[in-house]
């Protein structure tokens, strides 16, 4: 498991998860998972974004398997189809999680 930044950088890594084991459950079982839960990731405070000087909070974007919290985003999820609304969302969180499997891809190409 890695959280990397919008620069292909990877800032932690947890290794030596079974590969059997789910997303969610590796996620949860890390060193990484377990300083979120405790809330001893020293997350920075909201911040403004943008040219319109938003506040807005730093979020982990993960998939399905992990629990939503406060700092983690993930796809919004719907049987029958989604409000273009959540499908938007989906979307662009989609392409934000694309960096950490580029990030992947770098790392496995050195």
């Known amino acids: 498991m ?5 620069k292909y950088r990877c800032r932690l890594v ?3 998860a079974q590969g059997r084991s789910s997303d ?4 949860s079982n890390s060193e990484i ?3 979120m839960s405790r809330g001893k990731m020293r997350i920075p ?3 403004n974004v943008g040219s319109k000087h938003v506040l807005s909070p ?6 399905e398997a992990f629990e939503l919290s406060e700092f983690m985003m993930r796809p919004c999820t ?3 189809g ?3 609304e959540k499908a938007v969302f989906n979307y662009r969180l989609s392409r934000a999680r694309r960096l950490i499997e580029n990030s992947f891809a770098i790392l496995a190409a050195q």
């Open 2 to 6: 890695a959280l990397c930044d919008s």
């Open 14 to 16: 947890d290794v030596g």
């Open 24 to 27: 969610g459950e590796i996620g």
């Open 33 to 35: 998972g377990r300083n």
């Open 45 to 47: 405070p909201e911040d």
């Open 58 to 63: 730093y979020v982990f974007v993960v998939n």
């Open 78 to 80: 719907g049987r029958g």
């Open 82 to 84: 989604l409000l273009k």
